[in-house]
């Protein structure tokens, strides 16, 4: 159905009651039955907005003036929340935040997967929802005097020097600020994305929250760092902690970040950290939950709805470097992990292996080829585990599953609607949703996991 337009008129003001909140942060106000979308407002508040856009069946305003405020509304604790656009909900109380990504994902669920008395727990939060990050990497530019780095300006290719990210570990803006000094001083020069010239592009900083190692990584257009030995040295004087120092090279005319080639400068090629028991080697092009803390609280719901005994064969699809297979693993019978990217199953195994893990075998390749061919080869899982990209899982996988019958399917999703999507195609064939619980990862953002257990009912 589209939404007839209403009577308003580009560049009008006019006053509105918000009703909602997309999935993206931004306030939803209705005109006779027609959503504007407006950044900055939240559910329950009333503003003055301009009419920014008018689309066929929605619209645009900005806003201009409150005129009501909600019982959620805070100040933002960031002073570069509005230009950043890192995070998107920094204006709502956290509690607020946590309602609002559980309403999310109820409705998401009703909409698309046609869920309607599934049970869906209230988001599992932080603590203490602040400095969780634990990697940063910044662009890096110049004004006079030096070198900064820390965020594109929102919507545009100014960077913005960043003295704090209240996500971003401590440590990590620390590092960042000693980098930049230290290169600043050495007359390193920021590449310049319009003219391709200069050598310094990004500075990566990941550190071990447990273990308090700290890995950076320096990205240059060029292959030589000037001044390279000396230049590490001032910075392994200046970084106490610091045990990975890594040069990448990116030649590329790109926004992509990394290049192909990556040398050790420093140290070690791997710093580590734990989450829960379980120790994994980090390297600079590693894939590794940027907050560990929530990542354990979401696997260690995984392990429940997985009710292991010690008897199951279970299948992780979409496994990266093996966190939840390894997860499984301490209290399965047999864990298979299939992941697309090679780099990663070395990762994988190394991280079994350096955790004593034998029970697990690793495989490179499409979830939606690789565990068909495990299934034709007889291997048969007890419980099925799923941690797809943002776009859900394979119609073929979701065939294979109904065909393999796993007595459960545990489901990680990252993105609501296609988890929606995917659970309504299980349902129809022989799958039930038995509960839905939702983890803030990544506070102040608008992003929402979720964790859900389906069982087969036998018909
Ligand atoms: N559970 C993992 C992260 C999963 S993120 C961990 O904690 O490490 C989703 C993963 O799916 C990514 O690693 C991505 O590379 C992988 N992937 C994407 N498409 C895939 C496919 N068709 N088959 C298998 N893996 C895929």
Redesign the pocket.
Known sequence: MVNKHPDIRKNEYCNVYVEDLTHEGKGVAKIDGYPLFVAGVLPGEKATIQVTKLNKGYGFGRLIELLEKSESRVAPACPIYEECGGCQLQHMSYQGQLLAKEKQVREILQRIGKLDDVPVHPVLGMDNPWRYRNKAQVPIGEREGGLVGGFYKQRTHEIIDMEACLIQMEENDAVLQKLKTVCSEFGLRAYDENTHKGTLRHIMVRSGKVTGHIMVVLITKTSDIPNRKKLVKTIVNAIPGVKSIVHNVNTKRTNVIFGEQTNILWGDEFIYDYIGNIRFAISARS?Y?VNPEQ?KVLYDKALEYAQLTGQETVI?????????SLFLAQKAKKVYG????PE?IEDARRNAELNGIHNVEFAV????SVIPKWYKEGVKADVLVV???RKGC?ETLLKTIIDMKPKKVVY?SCNPATLARDLRILEDDGYKTMEVQPVDMFPHTVHVECVVLMSRVEK
Request: charged share 25%.
């Open positions: 894939f939950q990542t992780d699809a979409y496994c990266g470097i093996g966190t939840i299939v992941e697309i990217v990663a390749g499409e979830a939606e941690d797809p990209p394979d990680v």
